[in-house]
């Protein structure tokens, strides 16, 4: 069973720039998610996907950050303009329900530096 | 604030002898509780779970306790190997459906 695909795994742009990571869950998962991990922190949500509505997006900074999933299958996030503090692991998830009682899967991530 | 807490940022354990990670969560909601171990440049790997009907998960070398009235959990590794040496999350979660919270993990080196 193919696993969480994200591209691409490593960016780097300068301040002000934008970027956008892709990511394709494994098949079947109605569920899936959007982190963003700072070095030396643990993975932090910032998007909630149940098949193509948004269920949570409560940590996302709105002003700068968007993520769509048409067809409820693949989802893209994107941040415009990048600042500094943005550099990070961007990590797609999914599941099969909701993450209650259920086990999350995890992409390689992609790797984001910001200049 | 933080509702997942690993104290623990860095452990190093011999090769053969018991690794322990501990994890503390604030909140008596969260009923499942996961631990994901990440390697550099990889995504987290799911590990382990339990369940909070559970006190006590095992899989091979790795187990879980929960203690609910502590709010604990730990994991155990034994014997470690040097293979183990990684980045451990710890994660909850409620069957409410919402996704997991992590901690800020706990770097395990285990040492010939």
């Known amino acids: 069973e193919a696993g969480v695909a994200q591209s691409p795994r490593y960016k780097i742009i300068e301040k002000r720039q934008s970027v956008a990571f892709w990511c394709n869950p494994i098949s079947g998962h109605a569920t899936l998610y959007w982190y963003q991990q700072i070095l030396g922190q643990g993975p932090k949500l910032l998007i909630q996907f149940q098949n193509n509505g948004v269920v949570d997006d409560s940590q ?13 299958v693949d989802s893209t996030l994107k941040i415009q303009p990048a600042k500094l503090e943005d550099s990070a692991v961007y990590l797609c998830a999914s599941s099969s329900q909701g993450a209650g009682g259920n086990t999350i899967y995890f992409g390689e991530g992609s790797w984001l530096t910001v200049v | 604030d933080q509702q997942v807490k690993q104290n623990s940022p860095s452990l190093s354990v011999q090769e053969g002898r018991i690794s322990i990670l501990n994890c503390d969560y604030t909140n008596s909601m969260f009923d499942y509780f996961l631990w994901y171990k990440k390697y550099p440049a990889e995504g987290p790997t799911f590990l382990i779970s339990i369940s909070s009907i559970k006190d006590k998960n095992e899989d091979g070398r790795f187990t ?5 009235s502590a709010k604990h959990l730990s994991l155990h590794i034994v014997p470690s190997q040097p293979g183990d040496s990684a980045v451990y ?22 040492t010939p």
Do not use: I, Q
Not at chain 1, 60 to 72: I, Q, T
């Open chain 2, 89 to 110: 999350f710890c994660a909850v979660n409620s069957n409410s459906g919402y996704a997991l919270n992590f901690g800020k993990g706990t770097s395990l080196l285990v």
């Open chain 2, 64 to 68: 879980v306790f929960l203690n609910k």
């Open chain 1, 60 to 72: 996302l900074p709105k002003d700068r950050f968007s993520a769509e999933r048409l067809k409820g």
